[in-house]
């Protein structure tokens, strides 16, 4: 069951990956990116990552309702709902994005993995969610927290140049 729900998973992030390109308009391509890290995010929580597949989750519905906020504050056709091609040197972006997918895709089946290790600490941690954490965060940690400080004020200066006459405006909405 739990191998069905991962191609699921896989197939829907994939195809929700892929409208992002297809659709025709700035709003349908957010709900589309939000759909494939949706499910990325509860791919995550299907491997046993319960704190990193909450986390991706959260993180990718703020991260979408902020690029909301700026799609309805800076573009010109509203929300981003007109319809709107991308055709900037469309076979150039095939060729360069082609050779990437390839040279990744080489890269996979050429180099030589490592093997895991024999006898203790060779095999996968007790803790999966503590490692990772570890592995990540470890020397950078408080890096990560000033981003993570800048990121939050950067989206509350968002909202304020977002509302024109401030927060204490109350003429009720009119112009």
């Known amino acids: 069951m739990q191998a069905a729900g991962f191609w699921v998973?896989?197939?829907?992030?994939?195809?929700?990956?892929?409208?992002?390109?297809?659709?025709?308009?700035?709003?349908?391509?957010?709900?589309?990116?939000l759909a494939s890290f949706l499910c990325a995010?509860?791919?995550?929580?299907?491997?046993?990552?319960?704190?990193?597949?909450?986390?991706?989750?959260?993180?990718?519905?703020?991260?979408?309702?902020?690029?909301?906020?700026?799609?309805?504050?800076?573009?010109?056709?509203?929300?981003?709902?007109?319809p709107m091609t991308m055709t900037h040197n469309r076979r150039g972006a095939l060729a360069v994005s082609g050779t990437a997918f390839a040279a990744l895709a080489a890269g996979i089946l050429t180099v030589p993995w490592p093997?895991?290790?024999?006898g203790p600490g060779g095999g996968p941690p007790h803790d999966p969610t503590a490692a990772l954490g570890r592995a990540l965060m470890g020397p950078k940690m408080l890096v990560m927290m000033v981003i993570g400080v800048a990121i939050l004020a950067t989206m509350i200066a968002t909202i304020v140049l977002a509302a024109p006459r401030g927060r204490y405006d109350d003429s009720g909405g009119a112009p």
């Open 115 to 118: 093997g895991r290790r024999e």
């Open 9 to 33: 998973l896989a197939v829907a992030a994939t195809g929700a990956g892929a409208a992002v390109f297809a659709v025709d308009s700035m709003a349908r391509a957010t709900f589309a990116l």
């Open 41 to 82: 995010g509860a791919e995550l929580l299907l491997a046993g990552l319960s704190y990193l597949g909450v986390l991706v989750v959260l993180m990718m519905i703020m991260e979408m309702l902020v690029m909301a906020v700026f799609m309805v504050m800076y573009m010109m056709n509203p929300a981003g709902l007109m």
